[in-house]
């Protein structure tokens, strides 16, 4: 075990460190070797219990409070993190495998953001007043009670701090379950909002696979669901919460359209689809998979693109110069090398890379295929890894219907120097967060999240909120009732 990253017990409950070694044993592999630096127990019935009792009671301390007292909380949380920025980059390059030199910038920053952010919306949270005459109407934004964050693995501090900072700037609390793969640094979330002054309780951890996802999904004192997973997943969660008629996020897969025309600036546009492909490895829910390049510069963009493709350094994700790590773990690795294999076996021509790189770790090459048809698999599917289809096109007209026709609809990008075609195509895309001559941008003043298969509801921004509140609206006579009998 890697003293560094063991943590001192399995969850954050009740604002401590709890143990019950009756879970079943998850294993901690560190993508860059393969080996085994921690160990995590799944929680059990008992603490699935204790962690949603005591997020319970913690809440209505907490919904009793003034925003601006929350708010403090949440953004003093946030000064401790950025504090910390380097020990939970380390951590989180642990738990992921994601190079240093890209941690240190995205996650627990970007968890910060969140907290500083929701932490200054919290003190304005009010309602309406609305005049009726004499009489008027009020509106109240109230908390929904206790929420669950379920999250995937190629995030853990991002998405932990992107369901806990405006859930808990509306009043709520919230158990959170990191994704068996990456247990690590949700913990840390939890201590540092603890320590920021968040009632004990307020925020825990639990370990666990989707059995314990399920368990926290169904239980009747949970009134909403914030998931980060991919579509089968989503369905499944979405589905249980219904029986309760439950509160949802949706954050799924996609399979996302990049479309660059022949008037963009090809440097821009090939530095576009090198951050909408292979930035941690590929592991993006966003990510601009389906690249279409119109036909006369594609050759050019390929060329380009390999050229650009050969200064990526591959190696040791704590050495900063590193600029590409590995998968997040051997099954993730063995699915998007799967895919490589069908992309070759249906006719795509591998132009750059495809190969797992012969050394420990879950390493594979950037990739690149072009001569993509939409109907291949590598087109259809999301991988979460780093393999780039190329797809050529001839008109806007084509490019935009083929960039619609999928079942998803989380992102969309395009490139070109003619502004009213850039805002013409963003306008056509079924997607929910765009980028024009840009991609994967994700800041916190803006709502992310997709529509069609990719997702319900949106996280950041001021569009959090309403899926974590609710408006009670209350009716003020000032005269008599006038009742007809
Ligand atoms: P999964 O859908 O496999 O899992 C997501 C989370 O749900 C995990 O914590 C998982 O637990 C849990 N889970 C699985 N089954 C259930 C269930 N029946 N009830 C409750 N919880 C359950 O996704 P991955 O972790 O493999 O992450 C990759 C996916 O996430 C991709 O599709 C990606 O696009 C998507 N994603 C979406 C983002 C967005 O914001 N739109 C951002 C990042 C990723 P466990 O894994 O421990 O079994």
């Known amino acids: 075990m890697n003293p560094t990253v063991q943590p001192k017990a399995s969850h954050f409950i009740n604002g401590e460190y709890v143990e019950d070694k009756n879970g079943t044993e998850i294993p901690v592999i ?17 603490i699935v219990d204790m962690a949603l009792a005591s997020a319970k009671s913690a809440q209505k301390t ?54 500083e952010y929701f932490g200054g919306l919290a003190a304005s949270l009010t309602g309406e007043h609305i005049p009726m005459g004499q009489d008027w109407v009020y509106t109240v934004r109230e908390p929904l009670g206790l929420c669950v964050g379920i999250g995937a693995w190629n995030y853990p501090t991002q998405i932990a701090c ?14 959170f379950k990191p994704s068996e793969t990456t247990p690590l640094c949700a913990l840390k979330v939890a201590e540092i909002l603890f320590e920021a002054g968040a009632p004990a309780g307020l925020y ?15 239980d009747p004192r949970v009134d909403k669901v914030s998931l980060t997973g991919s579509v089968p997943t989503g369905k499944k969660v979405y589905a249980a919460a219904a029986a309760d008629m439950k509160h949802v996020t949706m954050e799924l897969g ?3 359209p990049l479309i660059i025309f022949d008037d963009a600036d090809l440097e821009n546009a090939v530095g576009g689809a090198i951050l909408a492909n292979f930035y941690s490895s590929g592991q993006v829910c966003s990510n601009g998979t389906r690249v279409f390049v119109q036909k006369d510069i594609k050759d050019k963009f390929l060329a380009r693109l390999a050229e650009r493709l050969k200064g990526a350094v591959i190696g040791d994700p704590q050495d900063e110069a590193t600029t590409f790590g590995p998968m997040v773990s051997k099954a993730q690795m063995e699915i998007a090398l799967g895919y490589v294999e069908k992309g070759k076996a249906e006719g795509a021509r591998l132009v750059y ?13 950037p990739t690149v295929f072009a001569d993509v048809r939409d109907d291949m698999t590598i087109a259809q599917e999301e991988i979460f890894g780093p393999v780039m289809s190329v797809l050529e096109f001839d008109t806007e007209e084509e490019a935009i ?25 963003i306008g056509a895309m079924e997607a929910g967060s765009c980028f024009i001559n840009s991609y994967n941008d994700a800041p916190v003043e803006a709502p992310f999240g997709g529509v069609k298969a990719s997702g ?19 009716y003020v006579r000032m005269g008599d009732v006038e009742a007809p009998f």
């Open 62 to 115: 907490w919904a009793a409070m003034t925003g601006t007292e929350r708010g403090r909380v949440l953004r003093r949380a946030a000064d401790i993190m950025r504090t910390r920025n380097r020990e939970l980059s380390v951590l989180e390059t642990y738990d992921t495998g994601k190079p240093l030199s890209e941690t240190l910038y995205v996650d627990a920053t970007s968890g910060a953001d969140a907290l």
């Open 353 to 365: 890379g495809g190969a797992r790189l012969n050394q420990p770790g879950w390493f594979m090459q």
């Open 162 to 175: 992107w369901k806990g900072a405006p859930a808990l700037a509306c009043g709520n609390a919230m158990v």
């Open 456 to 474: 319900v509801g949106r996280e950041n921004s001021k569009e959090a909120i309403k899926h974590f509140s609710q408006v009670k609206s209350v």
């Open 204 to 218: 825990n951890v639990v370990q666990g696979m989707g059995e314990v996802g399920g368990a926290l999904v169904t």
């Open 401 to 425: 219907a083929r960039a619609n026709d999928t079942e998803f609809g989380l992102a969309a990008g395009v490139f070109t120097s003619d502004l009213t075609r850039a805002h013409r195509v």
């Open 254 to 256: 996609g399979k996302s």
């Open 30 to 46: 560190y993508a860059a070797s393969g080996e085994q630096i921690a160990t995590v127990h799944a929680a059990t019935p008992a």
